[in-house]
């Protein structure tokens, strides 16, 4: 529902392959499950990483992007979410 809100307001990177209704991510989703079943089948360990090549949140403060939101006239409600989804967030490698 927010990526449909957000699609009105903002332009998709064509690069981006999560989050959206598309080909591309049915592909990239069928070709993530043919490597965990192959995996399986032959018995070896796999591991998988995404990462965010963009750096989109890396290199821009999530406050610019609220504030860019916000410029674009996206509804208050929907930029709550986002604000929401980005607080106090961590990750952790194991």
């Known amino acids: 529902?927010?990526?449909?809100?957000?699609?009105?307001?903002?332009a998709i990177n064509p690069w981006q392959q999560g989050f959206i209704r598309s080909s591309v991510c049915a592909e990239s989703l069928k070709l993530l499950q043919l490597v965990v079943k192959n995996a399986e089948q032959e018995q070896k360990g796999l591991g998988?990483?995404?990462v965010d090549i963009a750096k989109a949140f890396d290199t821009v403060g999530h406050q610019h992007?609220?504030?860019?939101l916000v410029q674009i006239g996206v509804d208050?409600?929907?930029?709550?979410?986002?604000n929401?989804?980005?607080r106090n967030i961590s990750t952790?490698?194991?």
Do not use: D, K, N, Q
């Open 1 to 10: 529902i927010t990526t449909a809100r957000l699609t009105r307001a903002c």
């Open 48 to 50: 998988v990483v995404f």
């Open 65 to 68: 992007i609220l504030a860019g």
């Open 76 to 82: 208050p409600h929907v930029i709550h979410l986002v």
């Open 84 to 86: 929401e989804m980005h």
């Open 92 to 94: 952790y490698i194991s």
